[in-house]
């Protein structure tokens, strides 16, 4: 078997067959083995699973007790025989070329990783993440030392784990599972593990992946561990990037400004979706965590030079721990983009 692709499943019923069948229409099918993991779902999603088991001789299903989607992946990771190991959220689109183009190009370069572009959904157009990363030659140690940690430093959008191919064999040398329990970032830290691993990895010049946002009543639900968290996957990045010979000072400095743009989408979250007492506490628990306090302090002159107007404005204001004046600057953030989409909107 030359590739498995693991699909953790919960209660997605009303998006799975779309999902199945964008993997059972992969021009490479013959060559992989699907792999659902049933994590505990209440809807239809085991009976779907179950259905196209019966259907196709390649595809497998375990059912489990409740475990989360590290768990599911990690009980798929273990039924996985196939030479390279995909994933895929059950419910997203995989494009029918990519497992293909993603197994050429690892067997043609023999890079331990290839991975593609993606395609994001949003509110006005779906837009395509690209990296701007050589295309189809194995990039090696060096390489990834010097271009793709930093940007995976500064910029989110490489840590899925949807868009990618790994060779098993690297994964099973080095005891690599997701960690259980994580509430945040368990993708990025498996592809950094991985990095340290392997030996090569390759781009491919292909969008592959539609990831499909999807908003649950659990996103609603006011947490105030939002700053712990941000900041604990700082700390965590900072021991994992040493290990791909990453400078602590350039680390400092990128994490600095991607670690502070996190922290204002939090507050943004927190401002736009939770109402009352609970958005004032929240918002409070992120500016009045020392850490994030520490954070502006070291890094301030930094993060002016490296942000927006807005966001140095709300950077000033975090720092003086003021919720009123960060609401009113995201409430000016707010009118300024409905200008512009009315001026937009009438110029068409």
Known sequence: MKISVVVPVYNTGKYLRECIDSLTTQTVFGDMELIFVD???????????????????????????????????????DAARGDYVGF??????VYKDMYRLLFEAAEKTGADMTFCGIEHPYPDKDVII????EYGVPLGREYIKRTVAPFMIADSSFNSLCNKLFRRRVIEENGLRLTVGKNQGEDREFVLRFLISCGTVCSVPYTGYYYRY????????????????????????????????????????????????????????ANGK?????????????????ETQKLIDDNFSLLMEQNTRFNDLLIKMMRKKSIAGIRFIMFLMKVKVSVYGFIKGGAQ
């Open 39 to 77: 994590d505990g779902s209440s809807d239809g999603s085991p009976a779907i699973c179950d259905e196209y088991a019966e259907r196709y001789g390649n595809i497998k299903v375990i059912h489990k007790q409740n475990g989360g989607v590290s768990s599911a992946r990690n009980a798929g990771l």
């Open 88 to 93: 895929a959220d059950s419910d997203d689109i």
């Open 130 to 133: 690209e990296y701007t990363f």
């Open 214 to 269: 999807v908003q649950t009543s659990a996103v609603q639900k006011p947490r105030y561990d939002y700053a712990d968290t941000i900041l604990a996957q700082r700390e965590q990045d900072r021991g994992l990037f040493s290990k791909l010979g990453v400078e602590a000072a350039q680390f400092e400095r990128l994490s600095a400004v991607s670690t502070a743009s996190q922290l204002i989408c939090a507050l943004a979250f």
């Open 274 to 290: 939770l109402k009352g007492r609970d958005r004032i506490k929240v918002m409070r628990s992120i500016v009045n965590n020392p």
